[in-house]
C-alpha cells in the first residue's frame, strides 16, 4: 500500500478486556515497529521486527502485550487483561531497513475505562 | 538509559522568522539523528535525518550536528502558520534499529 494502515483508529476496552491491534506496513518494507505514545511525550518503542522473526521485545511493558507478525507483513499487536495505565497511542512504523527513519501509521488510540 | 531532551516550549515565532528547535542527547555512541513533525493528533512525520557532524539544508528546514557537545538542532527558515506543530527529536545508536524520541517542543508560528 501507499502507507502504513493501522486499524482499529479508535478502540474503548473495559478494564480486564483483551484488545488486537492491527498493522499493515508499506509493501515491501522488512522493518517494522510499534511505539507507544502517551499524551504529551515522545513516542516509546515496544518492539521490532525483521519480516517474520522478532528481534526485540525489550520494551514490551509487561507480558500483557504480545505482538506478532506471522508472514512478515501484517502485524498485530495484542493487549491482555487492559488496564487503565494501557491508554495511549499505539504506532506502528516501517522501514526498508533497520535503523532508516521510519513512516509512521496514523495510529490506534486506546482508552481503558 | 538513553535520554533524549528538548525543551517543551511553547516556542512562539512571529511568521516569516527563524525558528530554532535544539535537542541534546545522552548516548555519545549515537549515530542518527531524526526530526519528526506531529501535527496535532496525527503521527509523527519524518522531516530530517542528518548523521554527520555539520549541517544539512532542505528547502526551509536545516538540519545541525554537533556530535562532541551532543547537541543537534532544526532551524525553519521563513516560518509559516502550517509549521505549527510539535517537533520531536529522535536519536538512535550505532547499528541499532531503535529510536530515543524526545518529548518534542510544540512551534507555534503567529500569522
Known amino acids: 500500500g501507499a502507507g502504513v494502515s493501522q486499524s482499529p483508529r479508535y478502540k474503548v476496552a473495559k478494564r480486564g478486556q483483551d484488545v488486537a491491534l492491527r498493522c499493515d506496513p508499506i509493501s515491501g518494507h522488512v522493518s517494522l515497529f510499534w511505539y507507544q505514545q502517551a499524551l504529551g511525550q515522545g513516542p516509546e518503542f515496544l518492539t521490532y521486527f525483521q519480516n517474520e522473526a522478532q528481534l526485540d521485545k525489550s520494551g514490551l511493558p509487561s507480558d500483557r502485550f504480545f505482538a506478532e507478525r506471522p508472514e512478515g507483513s501484517v502485524s498485530t499487536l495484542k493487549i491482555q487483561r487492559t488496564q487503565q495505565e494501557d491508554s495511549a497511542v499505539y504506532l506502528c512504523?516501517?522501514?526498508?531497513?533497520?535503523?532508516?527513519?521510519?513512516?509512521f501509521g496514523s495510529g490506534t488510540r486506546l482508552t481503558v475505562v | 538509559q538513553k535520554e533524549v531532551e528538548q525543551n517543551s516550549g511553547p516556542l512562539s515565532v512571529p511568521e516569516g522568522a527563524i525558528a530554532s528547535l535544539n535537542c541534546t542527547y545522552s548516548d555519545r555512541g549515537s549515530q542518527s539523528f531524526f526530526w519528526y513533525r506531529q501535527y496535532s493528533g496525527k503521527s509523527p512525520e519524518l522531516i530530517m535525518s542528518?548523521?554527520?557532524?555539520g549541517d544539512k539544508e532542505d528547502g526551509r528546514f536545516t538540519a545541525q550536528l554537533n556530535k562532541a557537545s551532543q547537541y543537534v538542532s532544526l532551524l525553519i527558515r521563513d516560518s509559516q502558520p502550517s509549521d505549527s506543530a510539535t517537533y520531536l527529536c529522535?536519536?538512535?545508536?550505532?547499528?541499532?534499529?531503535?529510536?530515543?524520541f524526545g518529548k518534542g517542543t510544540k512551534l507555534s508560528v503567529i500569522p
Open positions: 542528518i548523521y554527520s557532524n
Open positions: 529522535a536519536v538512535s545508536g550505532a547499528g541499532s534499529y531503535q529510536l530515543t
Open positions: 512504523a516501517s522501514s526498508l531497513h533497520g535503523g532508516d527513519g521510519y513512516t
